[in-house]
Structures are given as C-alpha cells and as structure tokens.
C-alpha cells in the first residue's frame, strides 16, 4: 500500500477491511469443508457405482438403456452427514490456513499505517448439532445445519511507527445456518456433474476476544468489530461456496469414463442420462459396455430395461445387468482372448497332479494315439460364451474346438485330432474387501464327434481326457485370474461393509452399506481402476449420447 496515498478510513472501514479479515479465512474454510462433506456424502456411493461402467456411442434416436444402475438410499445420506463430520475433522486437522499480511492506515488513531501479520489460524472445534441431508424429487439433494458453532483462534503482530504488539484472538461463532440444493447432471462427455442452487448461508453471532499487553484496549473495540465480521462474512459464503463447487467440476471433467482394462478390452463407464430422484431414493444409469481394445465396435445387441427392486435396507444398490456380462463376452472373444495354446511344459506346469489328473491324461493319449513326440493342446471359441443370468443361477456356457498339436522333428505341425465340445460352467460372486470375485466351476460337457467313423468308445475316452484337462488344467488357470477381481472404487475413505449379491432375473444385484476409515490414505478414484493406464488419444473426449 502507498502509505502517501491513503484514502480516508471510518472506525466502520477499519472494522470491515482489516479486523475481520484473519478470522474470515479459517470460517470461509471450515463452511466449505462442511459443504464438501454434503456433497462428497452424495457423490461417493454415486461414483461408486461407477467401477463397473464403459462408454462409447450409441444411436441418439432411440431409447438408451443402461447396463448398470446405482442407487442411493436415504440410509446412505444419513449415514453420509456422520461421515461428513469425521471427514470435517480430518480435514481440519491437515489443512494449513496460511498466514495473513497487510498494512492498513488508522486514521481515527492519527496513524499513517499498521503493518499486521496473522499466523497460526486454526478451527480448534466446531459443531454442528443439527444436519441433514435428504432428497429433492426431480431436482437433488438438499444439504440443511443450523444451530451451528464454530471456535477459531490465531496469533497477531502489529508494527506502526507509534507502538508495536504481539498476542492472540479467539473468535467465538454460533448460530451457523446453511441450506442448499446439489444438482448432479452430466455434462456431454458423460462424466458427473455438480451444481449448488439456492445457497444460503448466515452466521448470526461473534464474539472476539484478544490476548496481549494492550489486550484490554483491544477488547474495547471488539463489539464493533463484530458486526462487520458478521455482515462480510454473510454476504460472501454463498459466492466462495458456489466458487469451490465449480473448481470440483473442473477435477471431474478430468475423470476418464472409457477406461482400459487389460490388453484386451476398455470399458465404458459414462452417465448416459440425469438421475432419477425420488422421496426415498437416487437413482443413477451408466452404460456399462465392454469394447475390444484393437477395434471397439458396438456389440450386435442392445441392452435390455432392468428394474432395480423396491427396497431400503442397504445403503447403496448396483444392479448389473446381464448386457454388461454379454458385452464383456463379445468384447473378449472379438478380441481374441479366447484362443490359447498350450505346450508340453505348460501342460505338466498347470494340471493339477492327482490320480486322474496329467499321468493319466498323457497315457490315455498315448494309448489311444502312441505318440512319442511332444504335443500340443489349442483351445479356441468358436463364439461369444453364452451368458445366462437366472434367479440364484449364473451359468457360463463355452462353445469352443479343441484341437491335439504335434510337429515332428524336421517336420510341419499337424493336427491329430480336433473336436468341437460345449463346457457348461457355474459363476461364483463374492466381494471380498474391495474386490469383486469370480469363479468357475466345471457343471458338464457334451463333445461331438470329431470324425463319422471314430467310434463311441474313442469319442468317451477322448471326452474324459478332455474333462480332465479343462477340470484340473484350463479352469484352475481362469480361476487364477479371476482371483485377482474387479477392484472396486474407495473414493474418499469409503469402504464396503454387510455387502450382498443376489442373481435375478436378468441382471445382478450387489446391495452394500459404506463406511468411513479416516486412516484409508488412497486418493479417490472414480472406477477405482488405479493400476490401469487410462486411454488418450482418439477414444478421449468424445461426447457421450
């Protein structure tokens, strides 16, 4: 500041432009703390849902259904504002408020200036005794605390040519009010959108009190103090709330909703409309489509409607519907995923040694064969495996050709022998800490006759050696993979608890209640996919339909 130039000031100009301002800061810090709160006690089990999503285009003149739902429940908002509270907590106790420096005139007391510096500002402890949060038929959810308190402290030092001092303040609010409406939308890229409309916000007392030598001068002027505190405070809470929900649209737009997910797949995971809001619930559709890697094209079908059941038991409910498995089937087969060969050492690394395990596969072949020479084994789909979701059954149907390799020394390889076959398989689901996993199970297998003049008896011996190495060679390998699971989203120290998975008709049904562990450091992830590289290029930032 030019200290020759300085305007005229009031007692009401110093109040408003130099007192206050040390403790706006750390207020300003602890309402948007509790905002976010609100809207992260929203958004988490919304983004959660996420994990299982993909997006690519789909035809805009026509109905778009989703291939995942989420829905969020009032026990999850309610849960969501004692959640917010701890994360206030934890949030207040990391957050740095930097130190305040200036230099005002004091024209009432004849000084040309007060060079002032305000350090160590901390919210000691804040309540909140009365919040809510609840739902907003077709517009959100309202976020509602009054009778709030909040105590801030710092350490001051003034300096002017007349006298210099140092101490501390202690400023007292209570009476906090804050209400307001979140919006969640979707912006054109299908990614989470969020919007604050009518904000308002108020704090209706305060009360400084200063430590020091000249302590009791201070304290003189302390009640005038407090009524511009109060006035610029109120009038700028809403407009800095508002300020920050923007900036957390600029993080979210930089959320990837196409994902790659191996060397095989990406996954589509963007929010193909605006969410459903009831009394009781949200509800949010993704589209939820596997695509192949190399060339992702729309799968040869659509989804089909799915309705979430009426329940509110649980906090959070993912209804995964039987499109999401079937694309993910398309997307691989497409892919070539399913087209192995394995050799010799691969054979006898893999098959599980037991009394009809790989001695006994290799002397049946011998027997039936007499080969000498090393082998191979190829097993191909011929097509996409059949999904089939059925009230407490998901069965996995594998239509593939099986095909016994051998090249002779100095020679081409030959095929001995190849047969068609289809594998029937069960799916195991469980959630085991983050993770989804599954697992197959052997349940039949039909072979068909590989040559009209091979007899039954070589066809069932054949079947046998063939059950043997799928059971206890190409399965235990699947199951391998599986175990490592979809992991699922923790955004913001949320984690899974009670979780449940019901198979309905025509879709899966994952119901879970959440919890906050402050100790959790992991950043927040929307898919929850943190050791995936995300795509760029010509599949980034294409609208979503």
Known sequence: MDRENVTEKTMQDYCDDTLWRPFSEPIYSLLLSTTYAYMYAKTIPVIWGCFFLWNLYSSSSQTIYPGIKARVTQRALDYGVQAGMEMIGQMLKERNIPDLQGSESLDFLKVDYVDYNFSNIKINAFSFPNTSLAFVPGVGIKALTNHGTANVSTNWAVKSPLFKDAGGANLFLSGVYFTGNIILNRNDFGQPLLKLEDCYAQVSHAHVSFFGQFSVLYNSFAEPMEKPILKNLNEMLCPIITGEVEALNVNLSTLEVLTKIDNYTLLDYS????????????????????????????????????????????MLYIGISEYFFKSASFAYYTAGAFDVTFSTKEISNHLIQNSQGLGNVLSRIADIYILAQPFMVRIMATEPPIINLQPGNFSLDIPASIMMLTQPENSTMKTIVSMDFVASTSVGLVILGQRLICSLSLNRFRLSLPEPKRSKIEVLRFENILSSILHFGVLPLANAKLQQGFPLPNPYNISFVNSDIEVLQSFLLISTDLRYEASLKQQPSLAGWKDLNLLSGQWQGKPAP
Do not use: M
């Not at 060339?295 to 649980?314: H, I, K, Q, Y």
């Open 271 to 314: 929010i193909i409309d605006s969410p459903e809001i009831t009394e009781n619930s949200l509800d949010v559709n993704f589209k939820g489509t596997f695509y192949p890697l190399e060339n992702p094209v729309d799968p040869p079908f659509s989804p089909a409607p799915f309705v979430l059941p009426e329940r509110s038991d649980s």
